[in-house]
Structures are given as structure tokens and as C-alpha cells.
């Protein structure tokens, strides 16, 4: 038997190294820093007020105004970037506004542009559920099942409305097939050449996006998302879709939710030589925060705990709703 008692010279132990504060800092291998961080926003159109997210305490639908404040907030705070989400005023089955070039997300992206210019990286999330009458994240066949190619029309259309507003990234998140190079094609053909693609590439159909469904109003009208959204016990699909959406032409690649698919994030890490987003999603955000009203858990030690697991899987780039919050925290 080996002993690691003190009298056994030589014999690594693993608590040498962990007896200061400034031993555990030397030798974390794993370290936040506020440009890892990229913070969703929601815009709504023809509301006066920020509106407070019930199931998600501390998130907001900003007005423009209140908008264009947050995104300062964020750039002082050093983040990466934001990832911006509009509600429309109004929904239509083929979701015109989200092409619409006086459409909540087009206008705010105009103006986050010219606040901000190049000081954080403006991402333009590219999905149709927030602005259909339907809710689903494309056009759907009178049948009501999400058509997937003309739905890459509307995308193409999107896209370039995104770019052409100052979105420095287009992300699309609807997970309809071909997506990428439908979207690829169009910013090419727009002269978006520079524009880059973030693919929402491995993006399951999860429970965790309940409170999303609040904030940003797009709950489907019937059906699930299960027959586009993957299915959560797929671990080698997402390593298929992902190099799928790389060879269509994605520049970076995300996995959706993040805390329950740590796996997929280091497989797809691991298998990957671009850069690599994990969103740790509206529900992971709601977990935390519900126990921590309760007196559960701790929870700033939480909140970077769950970045710190997030990035030690392997993501690059953590889309959380606390990365102004976590930004702070870090320089304290
Ligand atoms: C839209 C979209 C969703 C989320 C991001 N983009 C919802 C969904 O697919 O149902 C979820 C984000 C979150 O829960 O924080 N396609």
C-alpha cells in the first residue's frame, strides 16, 4: 500500500498546492476574463419603459433607449460582445420584420453601430420565432411543419438586412438545414464578404429555454421544435451538424444549452480548429438565480462556477446573461 503520509519524501500531495489563495491563483488552470463574455439583449418595439422578465430576475426588454445605455454599460465593463434579439410589434407568418429595415433589431443595431463602432462585437442572432405569428423558427406548410428551404430564403433576407444595419456577426440559430450556406451565399452576394458566421451549430431541443420563451415572446402556437432542434441523447450528431455548418462556411461554432452538454462542448472542442460559444441559456440563468433568492446556494460563487465549468469544457466564449454581473465580479 502506498502511504502518502508526510513521512513519505517525494510523494506529490495534492493539497501543497492549494494552501493559499496565491497558490490556487498561480495554478488555476482555467481563468475568466470579461472578453470571454457575450451578453444577449432584448429589444421591443413601441415600449416606453424597460419591461422586467419575471422568470428571469435582472434581464429586461430594453427600449431602444434604455438599449443603447446597457450597451455602454457593457463595452465599460469589458465584455466581448452582445447578441441581440428583437419583438417586433407586430408577427406575420413569414416574419417580416425581421428583414424589415425599420424592424426593432434592424433600427437598434443601426444605432448601437454608430454609439459604439467596433468597441464590442455587435452579433445579430438570425431566427424567425420571434417575429412570426406562429412562434416556429421558420415558415411553416399549411400542413403547419416548418418548410426548411423556402425558410433559407427568408434567412438569406435576414441576414443581409442584419449586416446591412452593422451587425459585425451574423449567428443564425433556427437550425434549418443548409442554413449556413444559404446565409454564407447572400452576405457574399451583398458584398458582405467580411461579415462573419457564428453557427448556433449543435443547438438542442431543450427544456431550458422556457423563460427565453418570455423574454423574447416567441413560444411556438403549436408543436415543439424537437423535428429541427436536436435531440438531447445525440452526442456524435452534434459532430456532424457541426462539421456540416463549417463546411457550408461557418466561421464559429456554438453548442446550446451549455452546463447540461459540458460533453458536447469539449467533443466539439476537441474535434474543431475554430472558435468555439457555448450559451449557457435562459433556464440555466433562472436555475441559478431562483436558488439563490432562496438562500440555496451562494450566488456569485455559483455564477462563476458554472463560467468556470463552461470554459473548462472547452468553449472560447460564454453567452451568459450575467456577463456584465460576472465582468464586475472578476476585477473586484
Ligand atoms: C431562437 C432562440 C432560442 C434561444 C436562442 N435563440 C429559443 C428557442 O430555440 O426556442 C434560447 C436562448 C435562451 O433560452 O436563453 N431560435
Same mark, same amino acid.
Given at each position: 500500500?502506498?502511504?502518502?503520509?508526510?513521512?513519505?519524501?517525494?510523494?506529490?500531495?495534492? *493539497?501543497?498546492?492549494?494552501?493559499?489563495?496565491?497558490?490556487? #491563483?498561480?495554478?488555476?488552470?482555467?481563468?475568466?476574463?470579461?472578453?470571454?463574455?457575450?451578453?444577449?439583449?432584448? !429589444?421591443?418595439?413601441?415600449?416606453?419603459?424597460? $419591461?422586467?422578465?419575471?422568470?428571469?430576475?435582472?434581464?429586461?426588454?430594453?427600449?431602444?433607449?434604455?438599449?443603447?445605455?446597457?450597451?455602454?454599460?457593457?463595452?465599460?465593463?469589458?465584455?466581448?460582445?452582445?447578441?441581440?434579439?428583437?419583438?417586433?410589434?407586430?408577427?406575420? +407568418?413569414?416574419?417580416?420584420?425581421?428583414?424589415?429595415?425599420?424592424?426593432? $433589431?434592424?433600427?437598434?443595431? =443601426?444605432?448601437? *453601430?454608430?454609439?459604439?463602432?467596433?468597441?464590442? !462585437?455587435?452579433?445579430?442572432?438570425?431566427?424567425?420565432?420571434?417575429?412570426?405569428?406562429?412562434?416556429?423558427?421558420?415558415?411553416?406548410?399549411?400542413?403547419?411543419?416548418?418548410?426548411?428551404?423556402?425558410?433559407?430564403? *427568408?434567412?438569406?433576407?435576414?441576414?443581409?438586412?442584419?449586416?446591412?444595419?452593422?451587425?459585425?456577426?451574423?449567428?443564425?440559430?433556427?437550425?434549418?438545414?443548409?442554413?449556413?450556406?444559404?446565409? =454564407?451565399?447572400?452576405?457574399?452576394?451583398?458584398? @458582405?464578404?467580411?461579415? &462573419?458566421?457564428? +453557427? @448556433?451549430?449543435?443547438?438542442?431541443?431543450?427544456?431550458?429555454?422556457? &423563460?427565453? =420563451?418570455?423574454?423574447?415572446?416567441?413560444?411556438?402556437?403549436?408543436?415543439?421544435?424537437?423535428? @429541427?432542434?436536436?435531440?438531447?441523447?445525440?452526442?456524435?450528431?452534434?459532430?456532424?451538424?457541426?462539421?456540416?455548418?463549417?463546411?457550408?462556411?461557418?466561421?464559429? $461554432?456554438?453548442?446550446?444549452?451549455?452546463? &447540461?452538454?459540458?460533453?458536447?462542448?469539449?467533443?466539439?472542442?476537441?474535434?474543431?480548429?475554430?472558435?468555439?460559444?457555448?450559451?449557457?441559456?435562459?433556464?440555466?440563468?433562472?436555475?441559478?438565480?431562483?436558488?439563490?433568492?432562496?438562500?440555496?446556494?451562494? *450566488?456569485?460563487?455559483?455564477?462563476?462556477?458554472?463560467?468556470?465549468?463552461? =470554459? #473548462?469544457?472547452?468553449?472560447?466564449?460564454?453567452?451568459? @446573461?450575467?456577463?456584465?454581473?460576472?465582468?464586475?465580479?472578476?476585477?473586484?
Amino acid at each position: 500500500m502506498i502511504s502518502v503520509g508526510g513521512a513519505n519524501p517525494g510523494f506529490a500531495r495534492g *493539497r501543497r498546492l492549494r494552501s493559499t489563495p496565491a497558490l490556487r #491563483r498561480l495554478t488555476a488552470q482555467t481563468r475568466l476574463a470579461p472578453a470571454d463574455f457575450v451578453l444577449p439583449v432584448f !429589444v421591443k418595439q413601441g415600449i416606453d419603459e424597460p $419591461v422586467a422578465i419575471s422568470s428571469m430576475p435582472g434581464v429586461v426588454q430594453h427600449t431602444l433607449d434604455s438599449l443603447r445605455k446597457a450597451a455602454h454599460e457593457a463595452a465599460d465593463a469589458g465584455i466581448g460582445g452582445l447578441m441581440l434579439f428583437g419583438i417586433p410589434g407586430e408577427k406575420d +407568418a413569414v416574419g417580416s420584420q425581421a428583414d424589415a429595415a425599420d424592424g426593432i $433589431v434592424n433600427v437598434a443595431l =443601426r444605432q448601437l *453601430r454608430s454609439d459604439l463602432g467596433d468597441e464590442l !462585437v455587435l452579433m445579430a442572432d438570425l431566427c424567425l420565432c420571434e417575429y412570426t405569428d406562429h412562434g416556429h423558427c421558420g415558415v411553416v406548410t399549411p400542413a403547419g411543419v416548418v418548410d426548411n428551404d423556402p425558410t433559407l430564403d *427568408r434567412y438569406a433576407a435576414v441576414a443581409v438586412a442584419q449586416a446591412q444595419a452593422g451587425a459585425h456577426v451574423i449567428a443564425p440559430s433556427g437550425m434549418m438545414d443548409g442554413q449556413v450556406a444559404a446565409i =454564407r451565399a447572400a452576405l457574399d452576394g451583398a458584398a @458582405y464578404t467580411e461579415t &462573419p458566421v457564428l +453557427a @448556433y451549430a449543435a443547438k438542442y431541443a431543450s427544456g431550458f429555454y422556457g &423563460p427565453f =420563451r418570455e423574454a423574447a415572446e416567441g413560444a411556438p402556437q403549436f408543436g415543439d421544435r424537437s423535428t @429541427y432542434q436536436m435531440d438531447p441523447p445525440n452526442a456524435d450528431e452534434a459532430l456532424r451538424e457541426v462539421a456540416q455548418d463549417l463546411a457550408e462556411g461557418a466561421d464559429a $461554432v456554438m453548442v446550446k444549452p451549455a452546463l &447540461p452538454y459540458l460533453d458536447i462542448i469539449t467533443r466539439v472542442a476537441d474535434a474543431v480548429h475554430v472558435p468555439v460559444s457555448a450559451y449557457q441559456v435562459s433556464g440555466e440563468y433562472a436555475m441559478v438565480e431562483a436558488a439563490a433568492a432562496n438562500g440555496w446556494v451562494d *450566488r456569485e460563487r455559483a455564477i462563476l462556477e458554472t463560467l468556470t465549468a463552461i =470554459r #473548462r469544457a472547452g468553449a472560447g466564449t460564454v453567452l451568459t @446573461y450575467w456577463a456584465v454581473e460576472a465582468a464586475r465580479l472578476l476585477r473586484r
